[in-house]
């Protein structure tokens, strides 16, 4: 499937990029609609924190102490104030802290997330434009992008949308050398190799602790130029969303009305979900 590339001003550029079939033109099926209906119920449950409570007969701070005695009163016997039956009483079977968490498998998950994509693309509810940055946070700016790009009946303006960049991934730090263990107790030469291998290691550690610091602070601010700014840009305006391509999920993609899809984020995801 071919679509068009369009730039921010919402004017096409002249060519078109291949949205590969195995991710974005699956032929779906009723088996699909099950997976899809597993990884929304596994997103909307873990949304929720499992911190309720109730507090059932013996945690309630109350009296022990017998109403009145058992017999002779014409009454029902009645063993504490803490009863439940009672106003101010414990809770019986109420609820209680647990966790929410429901588990897929990886291949279910990474099928799901195929299916909602190729459903966009059946729907033609795709527009992919070409990678851009904003230089600061503007919301005005990031609604004139929405009001560039047509869709059938308006602009993006009018639909819930969500943008999927190509976030750079972060360097990898060096690992730190281990000190040699058990060396008491050894001879004087093989004691002294161990700890000049030990001194060099350390010396290599440190130089790539540099480089890793100053490709850090490269690494920020492509961030902040590729990806921070938009997503700052777009945080107020409720029908719009950013979103690392890498990280979107199945729940993401059913409540927008469109996908908006950077150039370079179509690799991206054909590379997570053709691992």
């Known amino acids: 499937m071919k679509l068009e590339v369009f730039d921010i ?5 002249g060519r078109q990029v291949e949205l590969p079939t195995d991710v974005f033109g699956l032929e779906l099926t009723q088996n699909h609609e099950h997976v899809v209906y597993l990884a929304v119920k596994q997103y909307l449950a873990h949304q929720r924190q499992g911190t309720h409570k109730s507090k059932q007969r ?7 102490r017998k109403l009145h005695k058992q017999k002779g009163t014409g009454g029902s016997r009645k063993g504490s104030i803490k009863n439940p039956l009672y106003r101010g009483g414990g809770r019986v079977f109420g609820p209680q802290p647990r966790t929410y968490e429901l588990k897929l498998n ?9 299916a909602v ?54 360097p990898v730090a060096p690992e730190a050398p281990k000190k040699p263990q058990g060396i008491r107790g ?8 161990l700890m000049k291998q030990y001194e060099a290691a350390c010396t290599e550690y440190d ?8 490709e850090l602070l490269s690494h920020e601010e492509q961030i902040d130029d590729v990806y921070t700014n938009i997503a700052l840009s777009c945080r107020n305006i409720p029908n719009a969303d950013v979103i690392n391509a ?4 199945v729940y993401q993609v059913l409540n927008a009305d469109y996908i908006v899809l950077a150039e370079s984020a179509i690799e991206k995801i054909n590379e997570v979900l053709n691992k």
């Open 117 to 170: 994509l190729s459903n966009k693309a059946i729907e033609n509810r795709i527009i992919v434009v070409a990678d851009f940055k904003f230089e600061a946070p503007k919301t005005k700016k990031y609604l004139t992008l929405l009001d560039n790009l047509k869709t059938g009946n308006g602009t993006l303006s009018d639909a819930k949308s969500i943008l999927m960049l190509n976030v750079p991934a972060a």
């Open 58 to 64: 013996n945690e309630i701070s109350g009296s022990t």
């Open 207 to 214: 130089k790539s602790l540099e480089a890793y610091q100053s």
């Open 186 to 193: 050894r001879k004087k030469v093989l004691k002294a190799e």
């Open 246 to 249: 890498k990280d979107f999920n």
């Open 9 to 13: 001003n919402g004017k096409a550029l």
């Open 106 to 114: 990886k291949k279910v998950t990474r099928l799901a997330r195929k």
